[in-house]
């Protein structure tokens, strides 16, 4: 088999939200589509792909050098050893080939929407669903059959604080979602304590809320906010400070002894173990949650699960950001602790199925080939509508 083409473009996932950090109403995303020679049913198989939220499409690097590098390259080097299926981690290393080390930002989300539509086309030309090639292939055929997911949101309502947040939180819950999330650090202590207690009333138990500053606080001001926050029992309190301030991490833990959560701003593993060393992080308790489809793909997340087991952690302390299907399959698969969803903003790319509902705050598995785009027939329309492939 080989590589017919690849498709990339730029596509919005503007919002008029904001976290503590940075509004989304110019967000973009890159979306892909490899497309291959393999027929099936009369039509060829396409893997697609697109990074996480957050971070800005990247086209530059996409079309200036890691598409190149897989068109140039002779077909066979790309494939298994049966010829008739791609090999990710040869595909990997050729898109990444004469890339130095470190210096991972972008680049690191460019490869991640690439490697993510690489997955798509492996698992389709196998007619399994990759949380089943996943099973299969790194975790001797053991799987979750249902995936904790709970739902990014919580983000700022200007004129309606307290309102807005309380009847998104009710959503949430009449969904099935059992934890929630929200924003802080984007006003004052006093306004977003307000809004903290304001989600509890819809809520109830604080190990159903979960807040996130975005890396907004210094030290002092992220040990302020530990010390409001722990007698309410949240679920997690997450990048409190810069996702590189292992010290700040490290000495917040000694202040505050509820769960934290960082990592999503991690792109590369040897980040995720430098946090692991020198953040404070506690594997009893805390969450690592970088995010495949902007650190690399998830040919290097294997590499990374394999590296965090390495230094003790548990791969069920892993909680990917992002709210897409990649993640999703890979918690299935290789059960890890759970995964995000975006069920209300970043649409049509974020949450899962269309057809599998949330019970319990876990979702069902897909069982359609592949990451399971097809099962949310608007995303894929649009995404081909912007790569401009026939429907």
């Known amino acids: 088999m080989r590589i017919v083409e690849i498709c990339d473009a730029v596509a919005p996932i503007s919002s008029p939200i904001r976290n503590a950090f940075i509004d989304f109403s110019k967000m973009t995303i890159s979306v892909l589509a490899i497309v291959t020679d393999v027929m099936r049913d009369g ?34 080097d790309l494939c298994d050893a049966s010829g008739s299926n791609l090999d990710a981690h040869r595909v990997w290393r050729t898109f990444m080939h004469n890339e130095k080390p470190g210096g991972h ?19 389709k030309i196998e007619d399994k669903p990759l949380w089943r090639v996943l099973s299969e292939r790194y975790n001797e055929g053991r799987y979750d059959s249902e995936i904790v997911v709970y739902p990014g949101g919580g983000y700022y309502y200007p004129g309606k604080e307290i309102s807005g947040l309380q009847d998104e939180m009710r959503g949430y819950d009449a969904d099935g979602y059992q934890v929630a999330k929200m924003k802080i650090g984007g006003a004052d202590r006093e306004t977003d304590l307000a809004r903290i207690h304001g989600a509890l009333e819809v809520l109830g138990d604080g190990q159903r809320l979960a807040v996130d500053a975005n890396g907004k606080f210094d030290l002092d001001t992220a040990i302020a906010y530990g010390k409001a926050l722990e007698p309410l029992n ?45 953040g404070g992080m506690r594997a009893d308790r805390d969450w690592i949650q970088a995010d495949p489809a902007l650190a690399y793909g998830l040919t290097e997340y294997l590499n990374l699960i394999e590296a965090v087991e390495a230094l003790g952690w548990p791969r069920r302390r892993l909680m990917p950001h992002g709210g897409h299907q990649l993640a999703l399959n890979i918690a299935a698969g290789l059960q890890i602790g759970g995964t995000e969803s975006y069920p209300a903003v970043f649409q049509p790319y974020g949450g899962f199925a269309d057809d599998i509902p949330i019970v319990g705050g876990r979702t069902a598995l897909p069982d359609a080939p592949g990451i399971g785009m097809e099962r949310k027939p608007e995303m894929l329309r649009t995404l081909r509508s912007y790569l401009e492939l026939s429907l």
């Open 234 to 278: 949240l679920f997690w309190y997450e990048e409190p400070g810069d996702p590189l301030d292992y010290a700040l991490q490290d000495e917040l833990a000694d202040h505050y002894s509820g769960s934290m959560a960082t990592g999503e701003n991690l792109f590369s593993t040897q980040d995720v173990c430098n946090l692991i060393r020198f």
């Open 105 to 123: 930002g972008d680049r690191a989300v460019a490869a991640g929407a690439l490697d993510m539509a690489v997955w798509d086309v492996i698992a």
């Open 43 to 76: 039509e060829p198989i396409i893997g697609y792909g697109f990074h996480s939220n957050g971070r800005y499409a990247q086209q530059g690097i996409l079309r200036t050098r890691l598409i190149p590098r897989l068109m140039e390259a002779d077909p066979a």
